[in-house]
């Protein structure tokens, strides 16, 4: 069946780097547009990035741009995202999520999330 | 501050019907679909509606979307104890070709 597992997540200092696994299986991860959406505790759904599967073509979110980079093993079914110069409000809890067919911003497979905590 | 706009909360007795509204601009309605997400506590979101107003295998017809201009609305009728959770609304935005979402509208069924 299609499902998406995350790893990766702990607690890291401010500064430092993490980074984010999503083993992906039951669909054509090489032909999907993959997402990663965070919720910091208490709060909302935030979108972090996106990779396109067409051109490869990646966006952020202001809040993470210049410091997060979403990639891909296609070989591998594995999206990554890599985080670097971690803040404290980078806390939350990290998913992956494969878009519909139909729209490209409809997640219609969530994993079940990996927590980042950064600690100061 | 979210993008898109929804109320905190609503609520309403079992059994009744409850709408939840989503308000954006144009650069994140005008050319695309609106998508609501329901996510109960601890878990990770689930789908509910795509294309503004589509539902997916699985979601019961209790369940429907709308579009209007920069506005969405979720409705949700014969309302269950179990349809308590928060809801979210989401989109692309065109111009700048990342992800919005709401702040999420939390479902209290009295």
Known sequence: QVQLVESGGGVVQSGRSLRLSCAASGFAFGFSGMHWVRQAPGKGLEWVAVIWFDKNEKYYADSVKGRFTISRDTSENILYLEMNSLRAEDTAVYFCASPTYYDPYAMDVWGQGTTVTVSS | QSVLT?????????????????????????????????????????????????????????????????????????????????????????????????????????
């Open chain 2, 6 to 110: 929804q109320p905190p909360s609503v609520s309403a007795a079992p059994g009744q019907k409850v709408t939840i509204s989503c308000s954006g601009s144009s650069s994140n309605f005008g050319n695309n679909f609106i998508s609501w997400y329901q996510q109960l506590p601890g878990k990770a979101p689930k789908l509910l509606i795509y294309d503004n107003d589509k539902r997916p295998s699985g979601v019961p017809a209790r369940f429907s979307g709308s579009k209007s201009g920069t506005s969405a609305t979720l409705a949700i009728t014969g309302l269950q104890t179990g349809d308590e959770a928060d809801y979210y609304c989401g989109t692309g935005d065109s111009s700048l070709s990342v992800g919005v979402f709401g702040g999420g509208t939390k479902l209290t069924v009295l």
